[in-house]
DNA sequence: AACCCGATCAACCGCAGTTAG
DNA sequence: GCTAACTGCGGTTGATCGGGT
């Protein structure tokens, strides 16, 4: 006999998650550190599997995560891997610090296949594409042996597209990859977390500051999921990669991120223990002119009015 | 104002490799 | 060595949003 089984499908929760169960989540995982996702639902009350639990914190809620659209720098980056790697989303994800697969994975499918195409470049092989063949009314089959491109992949086709075999060694000898060796943090090693490693977000500076500082990193954050909508007013002047109090880690820090710097282990504690607070029974809206301190502002912020994001 | 449609992205599904019993 | 659970990955789906008509 195995193991017991990861989860009982029955009467467990699906679909968007609710600012309570981030919160579960989080406190849980601040306290607990990350291991064994099977065990984090039934510990953390949470009604939904592991797998889930997983997903969101990976996806969404893991502190490092830089949010936003990629950069220029970050699309090059992943259409080079991509060619040599193919669709390992996750493999391409480690060479960009704080970015997750499937975030690349939907850049991918959404800007980056599309760009190429209009570059005339196929975005499987990387190679360009035939020139169209010239329309007709009733497309005749392809002679024998020739290839009715273009066309676009099925996704058995597009699994087994030519994918260069890096031989999986870590793209080492004549494969290496110029980036690869980014010294930044690879999502898919994510290290056992504990809470005094979690990078606690500095104060957030006035919305007037906003562009002039060049980074704004800490301003707001956008709590996207079901709600980015709802912190359009504090993150205006903001893009979503700026949002992110994480979003400086591998970037150039502007300086007043380092004006931060030393108050940062006791916003550590704040951060946790504001994380490891029950909700209210019915939280009231808090006014923003309630939120004098800093790090509430900042949650408030964060949430656009609520210190957990609404939904 | 209402509707349509494309774009976006969080979350789910299912598979494969790994590992515990 | 076998079986079944666990974990991670890639593909896909569906809800939501915003722009156009």
Known sequence: MGRQPCCDKVGLKKGPWTAEEDQKLISFILGNGQCCWRAVPKLAGLLRCGKSCRLRWTNYLRPDLKRGLLSDAEEKLVIDLHAQLGNRWSKI???LPGRTDNEIKN????????????MGLDPLTHKPLPPPPPPEHQQSPPPAGVSPEPRPPSPSEEKAAPTP??????LGGDGELLLSKSPGFCTDEVPMLHPDEIMVPPTPLPASTCGSTGGGAAAAVSTPTTSYSTSASSSSCLTRDEDSPFAFMDMDLPEFVFQFQTGLDDMDARWRDCLMQPLPPSPAPPTPAAYEDPFDSYLLQRNGGA???SY
């Open 93 to 95: 994800a480690s060479q």
């Open 107 to 118: 850049h991918w499918n959404t800007h980056i296949k599309k760009k190429l195409k209009k």
């Open 165 to 170: 075999e890096p031989a999986d060694s870590d």
């Open 307 to 309: 210190l957990f994001s």
